[in-house]
Antibody, heavy 120, light 107 residues
């Protein structure tokens, strides 16, 4: 059974760096083809794809946010970490992590999401 | 980056009716298109992958079609639990963009 759960601060100040952790079970990020992605959703708005990391440490980023994002994995802890620098109120959103398989490309298992508010 | 445009923005129908949702890509994505359903307060759920394949556990009333730039999600006979927001997503090019969503509401 695959599960994912996001954790991190619920409130950050403008200009601060956000660090979110996705802790998962039911699969390993050392298995060929496996990946974990991050997606966000501002309140009442659409989904936005952010970043993805694969078992082989291949990393992909949204071009519009690439300069602010870093995605890493800790295979031994079954965790993926997303950092986003220079946070702004427009970054207020629910942040989701999700499981993917490279061959399929779809996000087939999702975490429950974590709401991050950016405010002074 | 590939832009996905979904229409209509809102669709008002009654249970038992047929729903047809559209997703148009700014360039060809071949068949690399997925559909997700999202209910209030919940994470999205994968419905359809590669344009026409139902994900595990998805009822047969959900079907997908299309290729290239034009795609359709059809719900043959709406159940009360189908009223939600639906998103398309392409995996042809990075970044794997989403559409802006179609809200399916009860008429």
């Amino acid at each position: 059974q695959i599960t994912l759960k996001e954790s991190g601060p619920t409130l950050v100040k403008p200009t601060q760096t956000l660090t979110l952790t996705c802790t998962f079970s039911g699969f390993s990020l050392s298995t060929s083809g496996v990946g974990v992605g991050w997606i966000r959703q501002p309140p009442g708005k659409a989904l936005e794809w952010l970043a993805l990391i694969y078992w082989n440490d291949d990393k992909r980023y949204s071009p519009s946010l690439k300069s602010r994002l870093t995605i890493t994995k800790d295979t031994s802890k079954n965790q993926v970490v997303l950092t986003m620098t220079n946070m702004d109120p427009v970054d207020t959103a629910t942040y989701y992590c999700a499981h993917t398989i490279a061959a399929a490309g779809t996000l087939d298992y999702w975490g429950q999401g974590t709401l991050v508010t950016v405010s002074s | 980056e590939i832009v996905l445009t979904q229409s209509p923005a809102t669709l008002s129908l009654s249970p038992g009716e047929r729903a047809t949702l559209s997703c148009r890509a700014s360039q060809s994505v071949s068949s690399y298109l997925a559909w997700y359903q999202q209910k209030p307060g919940q994470a999205p759920r994968l419905l359809i992958y590669d344009a026409s394949n139902r994900a595990t556990g998805i009822p047969a009333r959900f079907s997908g079609s299309g290729s290239g730039t034009d795609f359709t999600l059809t719900i043959s006979s709406l159940e009360p639990e189908d009223f939600a927001v639906y998103y398309c997503q392409q995996r042809s090019n990075w970044p794997h963009t989403f559409g802006q969503g179609t809200r399916l509401e009860i008429k």
